[in-house]
């Protein structure tokens, strides 16, 4: 009989260690290099009173300061499940007067994505340490409108005040204490009435943009007193969107003579001419935007000018991003907001706007006059090192809100876009010779989100599946990639896995969530990564999921997004897979190339003949979400699976599980190299073991050891990924949703084992073949659970042990004898089982 499909019902009682407590382990924590950012980067912001001192802001990737040599520092990786939104920045102001001061105002979405409020974090160290004060509405750091701003200002002649002006309606609000207490200005009335789509029913894009943006005028004040006049931004179109107080915010009025045809992106003054420059699209941005314009407001004469640089045909976007030189008044610049084609867009102007020069030309249809030359060796992914002239390659960039020149360096500039921050140090040569320096000066700054990671036995040691920039094989984790996947090249992948039996096979799928992904979007590697082959039995424009590629490379399980489950095997026609749920977390057997696994609600499946058909076997107690499955890559039928009540275990390709004890809440899950040669694989977890974190157990689950700290939360516990190294015992990765990777290795002696005790419990488990039908997705959540999960164990027996049952242990009474064929295998000082000979 084959041993996977017989019915067996047995009452179960065996010895269970409990773990009574957790210990902490010291890891040494370092970025996966990618070197280029990887996602948006809406704002950039320059100190006016210290030189050098600048920050950048990211939509969910944090706040990052700038270092002498042009690199970055993290500031925000201490958030933590509880802390995640910090990494939604949505505003950033550094103060001119007590340079030290820095704000940000951070939350990720205001819709039902985040069920927080916002909050101000506030630093007196430049960065070092925050203060976060709650605000009594929500901030959206990844919402449409990001890069308009900034949305946060400190008085330059006051500092203890600042006003902020929010989004969904919520006005504009001041603090008179650096920050500590927030009041609503009543006499400021227009909050934004602007609406990207209000038919969409997930509350993204209908929901308000609000204040755009928030300019103090300091030449209208002195020193000590409370600046007079601001000048404030807000998304409306079709009527004033420009206000301005000469009192200080106790009254205000529309700006005479606005343009009130489209959205006012960024307001900059320019404080020797008295001129506010106002960049302008008819879209919030960042992705939409297809005509725009670019005035200056002359203060003293109170008259608007349309210095829009170019028109007519020429006109295809809205403009972003506007810098302007206080060395040189009179000297700005100002980046189209979306030029997807032929390429990003940036205008100079030497004369208040009156001229402009491009930072390209057409010379005549198709070649392009691109005056600079273009260097990527910090992210060498990104493409040529050299200056591209194809059109439609926007090496320039795309999504361009985010542009600054250095109050204390004329020659210093920096913007960002979509993928990364470019800039350099002699920009003046764009008045002179006509030709700069552009580098991607993002190093440090590690952006992107993370959807699938593995750490095959042979080939790089990491490869990963990346959102909007496709994924990388990591062949150093210290240097960045010199190549993404291509053949296909994919904007996002959503997961990735390789085969157990021939490691340098590897799969691919594409994400297509976010972008019109067309064609096959399965792709297979058969030299770990360096090269890649559409799969072209995968059906024309299905796409995402999740990937499980069989032991020996030659069948694919996908669950899709929106089709189901479905197999395919020698690249052949993908067929469904009804007897799997659509929702189910999957994985293929590490050695024997017919099985595969499945995991939906309380259900646990398996898969005897390549993923065609699955029947429900035992069960993951009261789960209502399995997350992960992973599989022992030594031994068959050795499985694990994480779900919303906490992490399950089993010995016999899921007829039966143990629930460990102590874990309440389990997301992602990874087996790396054991502790000692030929001992059990580590166990990684992020999991909630007495809170929320990310913990390593030596000892399949009995005792665990944390392993971050309070500076490297890793932001959502929930959307991360993490795999753990077969080849270096303790190195993990994990893959965050918007601070790029991560690896940890122990820095600090292991902990001695927390203190056991022994219980017993009884389960009964009954196999048998099942065909479900379809469900929705349902959605992890972060919260936490502090129900018990029963615990239960193999079979026991007095007699011969079957094929994958457990053989010895402390307090084990049962069979010590393998049936023939399979060998008693020591995993641990509580778990020995028959594997074959």
Same mark, same amino acid.
């Given at each position: 009989?084959?041993?996977?499909?017989?019915?067996?019902?047995?009452? #179960?009682?065996?010895?269970?260690?409990?773990?009574?407590?957790?210990?902490? +382990?010291?890891?040494?924590?370092?970025?996966?290099?990618?070197?280029?950012?990887?996602?948006?980067?809406?704002?950039?912001?320059?100190?006016?009173?210290?030189?050098?001192?600048?920050?950048?802001?990211?939509?969910?990737?944090?706040?990052?300061?700038?270092?002498?040599?042009?690199?970055?520092?993290?500031?925000?990786?201490?958030?933590?499940?509880?802390?995640?939104?910090?990494?939604?920045?949505?505003?950033?102001?550094?103060?001119?007067?007590?340079?030290?001061?820095?704000?940000?105002?951070?939350?990720?979405?205001?819709?039902?994505?985040?069920?927080?409020?916002?909050?101000?974090?506030?630093?007196?160290?430049?960065?070092?340490?925050?203060?976060?004060?709650?605000?009594?509405?929500?901030?959206?750091?990844?919402? &449409?409108?990001?890069?308009?701003?900034?949305?946060?200002?400190?008085?330059?002649?006051?500092?203890?005040?600042?006003?902020?002006? @929010?989004?969904?309606?919520?006005?504009?609000?001041?603090?008179?204490?650096?920050?500590?207490?927030?009041?609503?200005?009543?006499?400021?009335?227009?909050?934004?009435?602007?609406?990207?789509?209000?038919?969409?029913?997930?509350?993204?894009?209908?929901?308000?943009?609000?204040?755009?943006?928030? %300019?103090?005028?300091?030449?209208?004040?002195?020193?000590?007193?409370?600046?007079?006049?601001?000048?404030?931004?807000?998304?409306?179109?079709?009527?004033?969107?420009?206000?301005?107080?000469?009192?200080?915010?106790?009254?205000?009025?529309?700006?005479?003579?606005?343009?009130?045809?489209?959205?006012?992106?960024?307001?900059?003054?320019?404080?020797?001419?008295?001129?506010?420059?106002?960049?302008?699209?008819?879209?919030?941005?960042?992705?939409?935007?297809?005509?725009?314009?670019?005035?200056?407001?002359?203060?003293?004469?109170? =008259?608007?000018?349309?210095? %829009?640089?170019?028109?007519?045909?020429?006109?295809?976007?809205?403009?972003?991003?506007?810098?302007?030189?206080?060395?040189?008044? *009179?000297?700005?610049?100002?980046? !189209?907001?979306?030029?997807?084609?032929?390429?990003?867009?940036? /205008?100079?102007?030497?004369?208040?706007?009156?001229?402009?020069?491009?930072?390209?030309?057409?010379?005549?249809?198709?070649?392009?006059?691109?005056?600079?030359?273009?260097?990527?060796? #910090?992210?060498?992914?990104?493409?040529?090192?050299?200056?591209?002239?194809?059109?439609?390659?926007?090496?320039?960039?795309?999504?361009?809100?985010?542009?600054?020149?250095?109050?204390?360096?004329?020659?210093?500039?920096?913007?960002?876009?979509?993928?990364?921050?470019?800039?350099?140090?002699?920009?003046?040569?764009?008045?002179?010779?006509?030709?700069?320096?552009?580098?991607?000066?993002?190093?440090?700054?590690?952006?992107?989100?993370?959807?699938?990671?593995?750490?095959?036995?042979?080939?790089?040691?990491?490869?990963?599946?990346?959102?909007?920039?496709?994924?990388?094989?990591?062949?150093?984790?210290?240097?960045?990639?010199?190549?993404?996947?291509?053949?296909?090249?994919?904007? =996002?992948?959503?997961?990735?896995?390789?085969?157990?039996?021939?490691?340098?096979?590897?799969?691919?799928?594409?994400?297509?969530?976010?972008?019109?992904?067309?064609?096959? +979007?399965?792709?297979?590697?058969?030299?770990?990564? @360096?090269?890649?082959?559409?799969?072209?039995?995968?059906?024309?424009?299905?796409? *995402?999921?999740?990937?499980?590629?069989?032991?020996?490379?030659?069948?694919?399980?996908?669950?899709?997004?929106?089709?189901?489950?479905?197999?395919?095997?020698?690249?052949?026609?993908?067929?469904?897979?009804?007897? #799997?749920?659509?929702?189910?977390?999957?994985?293929?057997?590490?050695?024997?190339?017919?099985?595969?696994?499945?995991?939906?609600?309380?259900?646990?499946?398996?898969?005897?003949?390549?993923?065609?058909?699955?029947?429900?076997?035992?069960?993951?107690?009261?789960?209502?979400?399995?997350?992960?499955?992973?599989?022992?890559?030594?031994?068959?039928?050795?499985?694990?699976?994480?779900?919303?009540?906490?992490?399950?275990?089993?010995?016999?390709?899921?007829?039966?599980?143990?629930?460990?004890?102590?874990?309440?809440?389990?997301?992602?899950?990874?087996?790396?190299? &054991?502790?000692?040669?030929?001992?059990?694989?580590?166990?990684?977890?992020?999991?909630?073991? *007495?809170?929320?974190?990310?913990?390593?157990?030596?000892?399949?689950?009995?005792?665990?050891?944390?392993?971050?700290?309070?500076?490297?939360? /890793?932001?959502?516990?929930?959307?991360?990924?993490?795999? !753990?190294?077969?080849?270096?015992?303790?190195?993990?990765?994990?893959?965050?949703?918007?601070?790029?990777? /991560?690896?940890?290795?122990?820095?600090?002696?292991?902990?001695?084992?927390?203190?056991?005790?022994?219980?017993?419990?009884?389960?009964?488990?009954?196999?048998?073949?099942?065909? %479900?039908?379809?469900?929705?997705?349902?959605?992890?959540?972060?919260?936490?659970?502090?129900?018990?999960? =029963?615990?239960?164990?193999?079979?026991?027996?007095?007699?011969?042990?079957?094929?994958?049952? +457990?053989?010895?242990?402390?307090?084990?009474?049962? *069979?010590?004898?393998?049936?023939?064929?399979?060998?008693?295998?020591?995993?641990?000082?509580?778990?020995? +089982?028959?594997?074959?000979?």
């Amino acid at each position: 009989m084959d041993k996977f499909s017989f019915v067996r019902l047995a009452i #179960l009682t065996a010895f269970v260690p409990i773990a009574l407590a957790v210990s902490t +382990q010291q890891y040494n924590w370092k970025n996966v290099k990618i070197g280029g950012g990887g996602g948006f980067i809406p704002g950039i912001v320059f100190n006016p009173s210290q030189k050098g001192l600048a920050f950048a802001r990211t939509d969910i990737g944090g706040a990052y300061k700038l270092n002498a040599d042009d690199s970055w520092t993290p500031l925000l990786d201490f958030a933590d499940d509880a802390r995640w939104n910090y990494w939604g920045v949505d505003a950033l102001a550094t103060d001119p007067v007590e340079p030290n001061r820095l704000y940000l105002a951070t939350g990720m979405y205001t819709n039902s994505w985040d069920p927080n409020n916002g909050q101000i974090l506030i630093s007196t160290d430049t960065g070092a340490t925050f203060t976060p004060v709650k605000l009594p509405f929500k901030v959206g750091g990844n919402m &449409p409108g990001r890069g308009m701003g900034e949305r946060l200002a400190v008085d330059p002649n006051n500092n203890k005040i600042l006003f902020f002006g @929010a989004r969904s309606g919520n006005g504009l609000w001041k603090s008179t204490d650096y920050g500590s207490t927030w009041s609503k200005v009543s006499s400021f009335t227009n909050t934004g009435t602007y609406i990207a789509d209000p038919t969409d029913t997930s509350g993204y894009n209908s929901d308000k943009i609000g204040i755009a943006w928030v %300019t103090f005028d300091q030449t209208s004040g002195k020193s000590g007193s409370a600046t007079p006049r601001i000048f404030v931004g807000v998304a409306n179109k079709g009527s004033s969107n420009i206000f301005v107080t000469n009192d200080g915010g106790s009254t205000w009025s529309a700006v005479a003579g606005q343009n009130t045809t489209y959205l006012p992106h960024k307001g900059v003054l320019s404080p020797s001419e008295k001129v506010l420059y106002v960049s302008y699209s008819d879209g919030a941005g960042p992705y939409d935007g297809t005509l725009g314009a670019v005035y200056k407001y002359n203060i003293a004469s109170s =008259t608007w000018t349309d210095i %829009t640089p170019v028109s007519g045909s020429d006109l295809y976007f809205g403009f972003g991003g506007v810098a302007v030189d206080l060395q040189k008044p *009179g000297t700005l610049m100002v980046a !189209a907001l979306n030029s997807w084609w032929p390429d990003g867009q940036i /205008f100079r102007s030497t004369d208040s706007g009156a001229t402009w020069s491009p930072l390209w030309a057409w010379q005549s249809y198709p070649t392009m006059n691109k005056y600079y030359t273009y260097s990527d060796s #910090l992210a060498p992914w990104l493409g040529p090192n050299y200056v591209d002239t194809t059109p439609g390659d926007k090496q320039i960039g795309w999504m361009m809100e985010a542009l600054v020149i250095d109050p204390f360096d004329s020659n210093h500039w920096l913007y960002g876009t979509g993928a990364t921050l470019y800039g350099g140090h002699d920009l003046l040569k764009w008045d002179t010779t006509h030709n700069v320096t552009i580098k991607s000066l993002a190093d440090g700054i590690e952006e992107t989100s993370i959807q699938g990671l593995i750490s095959p036995p042979t080939g790089p040691s990491l490869l990963s599946a990346v959102g909007d920039i496709g994924g990388f094989a990591h062949v150093s984790l210290t240097s960045p990639p010199t190549t993404g996947f291509t053949n296909p090249t994919w904007p =996002t992948a959503s997961d990735i896995d390789f085969a157990g039996n021939k490691p340098t096979n590897i799969k691919l799928a594409n994400m297509g969530e976010c972008y019109s992904s067309t064609g096959k +979007q399965v792709a297979l590697s058969t030299d770990s990564g @360096a090269t890649w082959n559409q799969d072209y039995g995968a059906a024309d424009n299905t796409t *995402g999921g999740k990937v499980a590629l069989s032991a020996d490379g030659d069948t694919v399980l996908w669950r899709t997004n929106g089709n189901g489950v479905m197999v395919s095997q020698y690249t052949n026609a993908f067929t469904a897979v009804p007897s #799997l749920p659509s929702d189910a977390a999957i994985a293929s057997d590490k050695k024997n190339n017919s099985i595969f696994y499945g995991a939906s609600q309380s259900k646990f499946y398996l898969s005897t003949d390549g993923g065609k058909t699955f029947a429900a076997k035992g069960s993951l107690g009261s789960s209502t979400s399995p997350v992960k499955v992973v599989v022992n890559p030594s031994v068959t039928g050795d499985v694990w699976v994480s779900t919303d009540k906490g992490i399950f275990h089993s010995t016999d390709s899921g007829s039966t599980f143990n629930a460990l004890s102590g874990v309440t809440q389990a997301w992602a899950i990874a087996l790396g190299a &054991p502790a000692k040669s030929g001992g059990y694989p580590a166990l990684f977890a992020a999991a909630n073991i *007495g809170g929320v974190g990310y913990f390593r157990s030596d000892d399949q689950g009995v005792n665990w050891v944390k392993i971050n700290d309070a500076n490297h939360g /890793f932001g959502s516990a929930s959307s991360n990924v993490i795999t !753990a190294d077969p080849r270096i015992y303790g190195r993990v990765y994990i893959g965050t949703n918007g601070r790029g990777i /991560f690896y940890g290795d122990a820095s600090g002696a292991s902990p001695a084992p927390t203190s056991t005790v022994s219980s017993t419990a009884s389960s009964s488990t009954t196999s048998k073949s099942s065909s %479900t039908t379809a469900v929705s997705t349902t959605k992890t959540t972060s919260s936490t659970t502090t129900s018990k999960t =029963t615990t239960s164990s193999s079979p026991t027996s007095t007699g011969t042990v079957a094929g994958y049952g +457990q053989c010895g242990g402390m307090g084990w009474t049962g *069979g010590t004898v393998c049936v023939a064929g399979f060998t008693c295998v020591y995993s641990n000082p509580y778990y020995s +089982q028959c594997t074959p000979s």
